[in-house]
């Protein structure tokens, strides 16, 4: 398609970043991660020579630099392109909508991974913002952005605020019937290890004990969620 787009002139255009884009998905499903970074970028020169990086297109392309670079362990420049996919989401309008608040996820999960316990609760609670404006608390989403909170107060030392963070997310996956799910065994382990930090023994271990269960019932019981 590349290659077609070249003979026919409009590869340099809007029409070309998209196939790129296009072609940065497919190596991403093969985890082709230098290979995708190679067109998102090609993508994103290609945006703004056309003058299309200002959307919310836009937007979407830089944040899956973030997340293709966070893939490829380059935190830096993950967490650079994720502030200017925000910058382009508030720019282009975008910012207030369902795919904002995914990117601005993502940005949070980046800052959690890179250390950065403190930025990333600080972006979690934005998020929370504009997934209730957007009419997604009660939604797999939401509860995910609960524990990647509640590992945020775990890391900054906040145990006890951790704990009321997994508690609500249990409340969003049991109502959405996903408890007995890789997330809900991942939220007891979370669960557990901040329980743990607490004080509560006894919580921890029964935690831990039905992380162990569920993975087990799943087929993906990791030795070391039981430990």
């Not at 910012?95 to 800052?111: C, D, I, Q, R, V």
């Not at 797999?140 to 775990?154: E, F, M």
Request: charged share 25%; proline share 2%; net charge neutral.
């Amino acid at each position: 398609a590349k290659e077609l787009l070249h003979e026919e002139g409009s590869l340099k255009s809007g029409k070309g970043a998209n196939i790129l884009e296009r072609m940065a998905t497919v190596h991403r499903k093969k985890r082709q991660f230098r290979e995708a970074l190679v067109c998102l970028k090609e993508a994103k020169q290609l945006r703004h020579e056309s003058n299309s990086l200002d959307s919310p297109g836009g937007g979407k392309l830089l944040a899956d630099v973030g997340n293709v670079n966070a893939a490829l362990g380059s935190f830096p420049e993950a967490l650079e392109a994720f502030s200017e996919s925000q910058q382009l989401f508030r720019s282009s309008g975008s910012y207030h909508t369902p795919e904002g608040a995914a990117m601005l996820a993502s940005f949070g999960n980046m800052k959690l991974l890179s250390g950065d316990a403190a930025g990333a609760l600080q972006v979690f609670s934005e998020v929370q913002d504009l997934q209730k404006s957007c009419n997604l608390a009660d939604t797999l989403a939401a509860a995910t952005v609960w524990i990647n909170l509640g590992s945020a107060r775990h890391g900054c030392g906040k145990p006890h605020e951790a704990v009321q963070a997994f508690e609500e997310a249990g409340k969003i996956l049991l109502k959405l019937g996903a408890m007995k799910s890789e997330d809900g065994a991942e939220l007891l382990r979370n669960q557990g290890i901040a329980l743990r930090q607490k004080g509560d023994l006894l919580g921890a271990r029964n935690a831990f004990l039905e992380a162990r269960h569920l993975r087990e019932q799943l087929g993906s019981m990791k030795t070391e969620d039981a430990a």
